[in-house]
């Protein structure tokens, strides 16, 4: 029997699970929006997963990004896991195990809060009627911003020389500001889950 489910749910569901796997965290609760999606366990930072196709981009918006800036007092990172899929989920992949079992990390890109927040705040967000006011980091600015690519720095209007990088593999890469919670994330990265 065919039971309905939201792509976007499983898929963000599914990207959680899977950071909390790789980098040891902990789901912070099941409000979402409130408060970012997961922490590390000794709650020194925080970190928001946006799972998206490769080509569509996670979608930051804007409501929930300047309440975290007001109300989590911890540091912030946003996580943009994107995935290969590209075509209409529901139609493909009629159940969640079909979609589940082709779902992959493509690549992982993770970025200290003050990125993300000038990234918004230079961009001309989307607006939509019943929606937040939007943008979209697509893969392929994710891997501009990783790569201290200088159009994107200058569109940022940020010093990246406070800035720097590491890839934990070829598809998973982190940056931090100053190096802060650089060897956090290097320590608990379990790339077995992969």
């Known amino acids: 029997m065919y039971h309905p ?14 950071l909390i796997k790789l980098f040891d965290l902990v789901r912070l609760d099941s409000n979402r ?10 709650n020194s930072f925080f970190v928001e997963v946006k799972a998206s196709s490769y080509l569509n981009g996670g979608v ?10 007001r109300i989590v007092d911890t540091k912030r990172f946003y996580a943009f896991a994107y995935h290969s899929i590209i075509k209409n989920m529901q139609k493909d992949y009629p159940t969640k195990e079909k979609l589940e079992d082709v779902l992959d990390l493509k690549s992982l890109f993770i970025f ?11 961009s001309k967000p989307q607006k939509h009627p019943k929606h937040d006011d939007f943008y ?16 994107m720095w200058k569109y940022l209007d940020l010093d990246k020389k406070e800035y720097q990088g590491i890839s934990l593999n070829e598809n998973i890469h ?21």
Not at 8 to 18: A, P, S, T, Y
Not at 136 to 141: A, G, S, Y
Not at 175 to 194: D, I, R, V, Y
């Open 174 to 194: 982190v940056m931090t500001n100053q190096g802060k919670f650089e060897q956090a994330f290097l320590n608990s990265f379990h790339p077995e889950f992969l």
């Open 60 to 69: 930051i918006n804007k409501g929930q990004l300047y309440r975290f800036d």
């Open 5 to 18: 489910y939201h792509p976007q749910n499983l898929v963000g569901d599914f990207f959680e699970n899977k």
């Open 112 to 122: 200290p809060f003050s990125i993300i927040k000038s990234y918004f705040e230079h």
């Open 136 to 151: 979209q980091l697509k893969e392929r600015f994710a891997k501009g911003i990783f790569n201290f690519d200088e159009i």
């Open 33 to 42: 929006g409130i408060n970012p999606d997961l922490a590390s366990k000794d």
